[in-house]
């Protein structure tokens, strides 16, 4: 095969979730397309990551200061959901379980990958709890020992504010599972009996 096309099937092989027979197929259907999709979408893609940066209060993508669910004022409902990635922000907006602010961490603790407290972004919780007049926080991290880990390690930071309460998503979510892959039934049974740790 093309070495140029070799090089763009590996890259596309390194996005999570996407193995090397998806990312040729990707690649493939992009280059034989005659409509032009893969100029627009490596203009688009362009544009977009010039752009778009963390959330400085939330870490969720945006193109300003502060993303939409940090300005929008109906969202100031006393309820932090913490969420590993990005990606798990949309899963929740799309279920509409959650009504509530988000805080990004970026990742979990990890002996395995060498993942510690300061490379998540858990700096400024404690100021965003007090502005925000946070009464509960909300773990919707992965159900593995990571994940809990992850939590703990958190609750543990925040020992010393009073009046705040730390719940976790209950049943539906399975060991070692992950929010990408659960149904809108199974998120909104999760979310409905989460439980205070």
Do not use: W
Not at 100 to 107: A, L
């Amino acid at each position: 095969m093309n070495p140029k096309i070799e090089k763009l099937i590996k890259m596309f092989a390194r996005l999570p979730r996407v193995g090397n027979r998806a990312a040729t197929r990707i690649v493939l259907s992009l280059l034989t397309d005659k409509t032009g999709r893969a100029s627009a979408l490596a203009t688009t893609l362009a544009e977009v990551s010039s752009v778009i940066h963390p959330c400085q209060n939330c870490g969720i993508l945006t193109d300003g200061d502060l993303c939409e669910f940090c300005r929008d004022a109906s969202r100031e409902n006393g309820s932090l959901c913490i969420v590993r990635d990005v990606s798990d922000v949309f899963t929740f907006e799309k279920s509409s379980v959650f009504h509530g602010r988000y805080h990004v961490i970026g990742g979990v603790l990890s002996g395995v990958t060498g993942t510690t407290p300061d490379d998540l972004n858990i700096k400024n919780l404690p100021q965003r709890i007090t502005d925000e007049n946070i009464t509960e926080i909300i773990f919707a991290l992965p159900n593995t020992i990571e994940g809990k880990t992850t939590a703990n390690y958190i609750m543990a930071t925040l020992d010393d504010i009073e009046n705040i309460t730390f719940t976790e998503l209950a049943s539906g979510v399975p060991l070692g599972g992950e929010l990408d892959y659960l149904d809108d039934g199974t998120l909104t049974l999760a979310f409905g009996g989460r439980k205070k740790l």
